[in-house]
Every structure is written in structure tokens, then in C-alpha cells.
């Protein structure tokens, strides 16, 4: 595994890659990766001949009392699960690099970008669509991989896709959890063990919908989000950011449950944020 | 020459000569050729093997109560024109394919879009900034040109191509002018025969300029300014609607004149609207 710093580096391996007929396959990260990281790592392993992946805390998709600085950080030990995985080039850029002084192009997706977790977050997905753009045109990839667990964000680079037209597909890849169910997050090592043992209740709300829905004919969006409240209520340890019953293209709040349905759910555990998804397609 | 208006004939175009190891030079417009135009794509058929001109107007780069509907279109006539200057691929996207229903992402760059012209047409250069974004993604080139009577367009899109990473070279080439001088434009068409005698004046003000600053050592950004006020003032038809002293790569105002300095000057001659601008190698 090659890792490479220097941007100009990176785009001449990707010039080099494309000159050659290889298939680009590329993972973005923050780093900190955990199995979630890896399965689309492993994924973009066997659909592509060149598999890239960044490590990159990203600063301006943090807000200014976010936690951009303590966000974990071991890229010796990302660099080893990176290429155990089967990375062949790990792109590790310098925030000066990526943001030297007098930057200042920004991409935005209006409305989806400022909804859900970006009324929680202003200026995050503006920060996630521009650092997006960036690394896409880096590594020039045939095609990228996000993980399901950042629904919106999947959701949202989709469309910047096909409305900036970049000449890439995106894959989303099934979000990997715990065993007790607790969606893998590199915030996840932040909780203490009384926070660890209470956080799943996010999953339990999620897998109650899924039920009620799938398995009971509810269709009214009222009750589900009820359902999340009461459940997540059960766990003294967990507080209620947000619960949505959303179109899963258009991310409009849907009333009743028709069509392609996501319902992301988004609490604190202590000083702790973690989202979680479901996206359940339901039948006339 | 080809004539394309899917996109994804210009995207298969497009990696069709990638794959083949051609140089693809761009020339972006908005139709209604000028010499000004055909000089940019006769400088990308000396350095490119490729050569793809696009014809489109772009909504998003004109205000509600800009000239839109009325910009001259005669795409005939310009593929006829592009054709006889070089033009391998003549690229005519529909607006509806272009921007479809639900259209939400933007590129901006802060500060440089919103000054001069951007202070005078609110929204423009978001709209230049996405639009010729789109257009690189789906015609890949190599190296892109663009005019200097554009002089803030130039450099935002420089600026743009450089923060966003794109892999593609900038080139600006010379504003061509008629015999008097007048910066050749595709609005000039609407100039009555006495607004048409009267519109040099923005040109000559800017000689004067040139004049005073590099031969007879003027320095002072206000001195500059009035001399303009007052040689445009002198042609009762002609209207100032700014001037500005900025730094050629800022563009943030300069009281003395030092260093690279763009003079921008824009006027409106009955109900049209003319730019023009030098630049000024200032030495210590």
C-alpha cells in the first residue's frame, strides 16, 4: 500500500491509474476507521482495480463548538486496517494543503444540506459537499463508497453528483453494527461504559419502526415518531435530538409512510452525538 | 465538426478521448460568436488535439431582471463560425437536461463573487461558478479558456478551479476589439447606431488610464477613478455604473496603485450594459 500526501502526488497517481485503464474505487474517511470503514473498503476492493481511501478530518464540516479537535486520530493504526483491508493507496492530505490561507469555494445543496442533521449542524454538509468535490477531484475515482449509517449525507452526495454532473457513480453500503446492534461510529470510543450499555436504545427505537411499519401496516408518520420518543424516553442515559419521517430522495417530512421512506433518528448520550437510519420502503 | 446535445453523448465523447490519450482544450460560451470567442478557439486548436466549444445560455448567471430571454441566440450561424475556427465538438445542452426540475447544487466562491459585477448582478457568478463546474465535468478537458474583457469571471474561475482541485489548466486569453477600439461583445448588437458611436468612450477611458499610470507614473487609485468619471462623462449617452483600483488576484481595493492591479469599468449605454477592463503591471 502506497500512502500518499502531497496532492499533486495523488492526481498524478490518478492520471497515471486512468491512463492505464484501471478502475478507481474510492473511500473517503475521517479516519478513526472501524468495520464500517472497512466494509466498504472490502466492497470497493472487489469491483475495482485501483482501491483508494483518505483519511482526512475534514474542518469545515465541523461547526465552531463541534468537536473538530478531539475527533479521534491514529493513522498508523488506519494506515494498517486500511491496508489489511485492501487499500492500495491511502491519501492522507495536510489541512493546509487541502485549505491553504485565502480559500474560499464552497458547494452547497440547497434544502437538503440545511434539514435534519443540518439544522443540527449549520454549515456541515456545505463543509461534506465542498471536502466531497475536492477528494473526488483528487482521485478522479470511477466510483465511491458511503456508508448507510450517514443517510443524509449519502443522500446528499447523490444528488451533488448528478446535479454538478460528475462522471462517477456512488455506491451506499448497508451500515455495520455492534452485535447488540449500536451502529459502529468512530464517536462511539467517546462513551463511558454506563453510556456504551444504554446507547442502543437508538438502534431498538429504529428496529420498533421497522416492525410497526413492515410487519403492522403503520402508516402514520405521528405514531412512528411517537414510537421513537417513548422508546428512547425508556433510557435515562439517552436524549432526543431529532426523529424524522422523511421522502428518502427529496428528504421532505412525509405524513403518511408511501414510497421510499427514511426515518433518521439523531441523540446524545452523555456528551456523545450518534444518528442512526432505517430506510423502509413501503407498498401501497 | 460534431454537433452534441445529450449529456451523456459529450460524457461518452469525453472519456472516448481520455481513453485515446487526446488533449481536450474547451472553449465555454454563451453563444452569439464574435471574433472574441473565435480567438479563443483558435488558441485551443494550436495546443489542443480536441477541440470542444459549448453554446449555452445559462439561466442561473442572469438575474430576474437581466436580459435573459432577450441575449441573442443564432446557434446556426455559431456552429457554422466555431466550425471555420477549429471546433472538433460543438457541445448545445437543453436547459431542461441542464437544470431539471429539483436542481439544487451550487458552487460559490466567497468574495470574489459578490463585488464589482457581482455587487451589480446579484447571483451571477454563483451561477457562472456552477455552470462552467458542470460543463468541465462532462467535457474533461485539459485546458479551458476564457477571455479577459471577463476580467472577475477569469479570475473566479482560476480561483475556483484552484480551491476546488480540478485537474485542468486555466488559460486567459486577450479582450479582441473592434477597429475603435469598442471590447467586441455579443451584447453590442443591441446598441443603436448612436449608442454604437458613443459606447468607445469606456475603451478610451481605459487608455487614458494606461496612459497616466504607466507612462506618466500616476499612482493614486482616486486620481484613476476620476479620470475615468470624468473622460465617460464627456459622452452624454454613456452612463457610469462603476470603476474600481483592485488587486488583480483579490480584487480587493487598492488606494495606491502596486503590484498586479486590474482596472474593471462597467457603463450602460441606453438599456445596454457594457464591461471592459485593463490590467496594470505596476512595478515599485
Redesign the interface.
Given at each position: 500500500m502506497e500512502i500518499v500526501t502531497r496532492?499533486a502526488s495523488m492526481?498524478a497517481l490518478?492520471?497515471e491509474f486512468?491512463?492505464k485503464?484501471e478502475r478507481i474505487g474510492f473511500v473517503p474517511t475521517l479516519g478513526a476507521l472501524h468495520e464500517g470503514h472497512l466494509s466498504l473498503i472490502r466492497r470497493a476492493r472487489q469491483c475495482s482495480t485501483q482501491v483508494v481511501a483518505s483519511l482526512f478530518v475534514n474542518p469545515t464540516q465541523f461547526g465552531p463548538l463541534e468537536d473538530f479537535q478531539s475527533y479521534p486520530r491514529n493513522p498508523e493504526r488506519d494506515a494498517d486496517l486500511a491496508r489489511l483491508a485492501g487499500t492500495d493507496v491511502l491519501y492522507i492530505p495536510k489541512v493546509e494543503d487541502v485549505y491553504p490561507a485565502?480559500?474560499?469555494?464552497?458547494?452547497?445543496?440547497?434544502?437538503?444540506g440545511t434539514v435534519l442533521e443540518g439544522a443540527s449542524r449549520p454549515g456541515h454538509f456545505r463543509g461534506v459537499?465542498?471536502i466531497v468535490?475536492?477528494l473526488f477531484?483528487?482521485v478522479?475515482p470511477h466510483v465511491a463508497f458511503f456508508g448507510q449509517k450517514d443517510a443524509q449525507q449519502a443522500i446528499l452526495i447523490r444528488?451533488?453528483v448528478h446535479?454538478?454532473?460528475?462522471?462517477l457513480e456512488i455506491e451506499v453500503c448497508p451500515t455495520v453494527r455492534e452485535e447488540d446492534g449500536l451502529a459502529m461510529s468512530s464517536r462511539n470510543v467517546h462513551l463511558t461504559p454506563e453510556e456504551r450499555r444504554a446507547a442502543p436504545i437508538l438502534c431498538r427505537a429504529l428496529r420498533r419502526v421497522e416492525s410497526a411499519v413492515m410487519k403492522e401496516g403503520e402508516r402514520h408518520a405521528k405514531c412512528v415518531l411517537k414510537l421513537i420518543q417513548e422508546t428512547v424516553a425508556t433510557e435515562p442515559l439517552v436524549f432526543l435530538d431529532y426523529a424524522a419521517v422523511v421522502d428518502a430522495e427529496?428528504l421532505e417530512p412525509s405524513d403518511r409512510l408511501q414510497g421510499s421512506i427514511l426515518v433518521p433518528v439523531a441523540v446524545r448520550v452523555g456528551t456523545t452525538r450518534l444518528i442512526d437510519n432505517v430506510i423502509l420502503k413501503v407498498e401501497e
Open positions: 496532492p492526481t490518478s492520471r486512468r491512463a485503464g485565502g480559500y474560499r469555494t464552497y458547494v452547497a445543496v440547497e434544502g437538503l459537499a465542498t468535490t475536492k477531484n483528487r478522479a444528488k451533488m446535479d454538478l454532473e460528475m462522471d427529496t
